[in-house]
């Protein structure tokens, strides 16, 4: 049984998860149900499918980013070191279940690498004039991806209406072993770009 994490929440994932070294870690949302109606149409959401897009930022001490190749995203889809590898990019976030997976093998990631920053933002935000407003059920969760068994999910409860980033989870070092921490903070970030100016 899952693990529900609250907002702010930081849990151990290796030191009580012995032999932990493959994760699942699933991304979810849905776009809010429309009305329908003329109104809705005239002041929905640009009217078009909105994309959202998972992605992991590698983070050296004191969160910084150092490589291009340390983000993993729709267009980078594994790490260098192999040890992060993005199933792909889901255009409308239709659907049950994930929308985007992530697959983490704890024991390739570097030394340097102190921390992995898990975000979601809406591609063409601005343009298409969509926002979290418009988006539902958004979740992470994360599963042993050796036994199948599901080690916790955080559900972002809040109303992120106007913000056009999420920053989802961490995955980071303690000592010797792995924790996660349920972040969920929106942000008006309004491409991955501007998510990475952030960590310079």
């Not at 959202?52 to 889809?77: K, T």
Request: charged share 30%; hydrophobic share 35%; net charge neutral.
């Amino acid at each position: 049984m899952a693990i529900n994490l609250q907002k702010g929440q930081r849990i151990d994932l290796t030191k009580s998860n012995e032999g932990l070294s493959r994760l699942l870690v699933g991304l979810g949302w849905d776009p809010v149900k429309k009305s329908g109606g003329f109104l809705s149409a005239l002041f929905g959401g640009g009217g078009a499918e909105i994309d959202c897009d998972a992605s992991v930022i590698m983070l050296e001490e004191n969160d910084r980013f150092r490589y291009q190749d340390d983000l993993i995203y729709f267009n980078n889809l594994k790490s260098k070191c192999g040890a992060i590898r993005h199933t792909g990019d889901n255009l409308t976030g239709g659907g049950h279940g994930d929308d985007e997976q992530i697959f983490v093998e704890i024991e390739k990631i570097p030394e340097r690498i102190k921390k992995l920053v898990f975000v979601v933002n809406i591609y063409d935000c601005i343009k298409r004039k969509q926002d979290f407003g418009l988006v539902q059920n958004a979740f992470i969760r994360i599963e042993d991806n050796k036994t199948g068994k599901d080690l916790l999910r955080y559900n972002l409860t809040d109303n992120y209406a106007g913000k056009t980033s999420l920053m989802v989870g961490e995955i980071y070092r303690s000592g010797k072993d792995w924790k996660f921490a349920a972040i969920g903070e929106g942000t008006m970030d309004s491409s991955l770009s501007q998510i990475m100016n952030r960590y310079k």
